[in-house]
């Protein structure tokens, strides 16, 4: 916050924790609208000093832009079981009949 509101000039870990914050959503709950319009300058500018966090925030936009385009998760009871024992040595087959239920 206190590289938001001032002109210092933040250390690369600050620009990285500020524009993971801001890409994850995260200043959106710290800061209320008036707080984030009066920094929203501030926020630009320093989420766009170093590489670091360039590649942050594309990558946390393309993470979320992949997930909201995925297909729905599909519930557990209907994921098909398949016959016979996985491709393992004996300690899958231990974990194996641990976990088997009579419907599989």
Do not use: N
Not at 67 to 89: F, K, V
Request: negative net charge; aromatic residues 2%.
């Amino acid at each position: 916050m206190r590289v938001l509101f001032s002109d210092d000039i933040p250390d690369p870990r600050d620009t990285v924790i500020i524009c993971m914050a801001d890409a994850g959503g995260v200043l959106d709950y710290l800061l209320s609208r008036e707080e984030r319009a009066e920094v929203q300058r501030r926020i630009d500018l320093v989420t766009k000093l170093d590489l670091i966090s360039q590649a942050v925030t594309r990558t946390v936009r393309e993470a979320e832009s992949a997930a909201s385009t995925a297909p729905p998760a599909r519930p557990a009871h209907e994921i098909p079981c398949a016959a016979g024992l996985p491709l393992a040595g004996p300690a899958t087959l231990s974990i194996w009949r641990a976990t088997q239920k009579p419907s599989c």
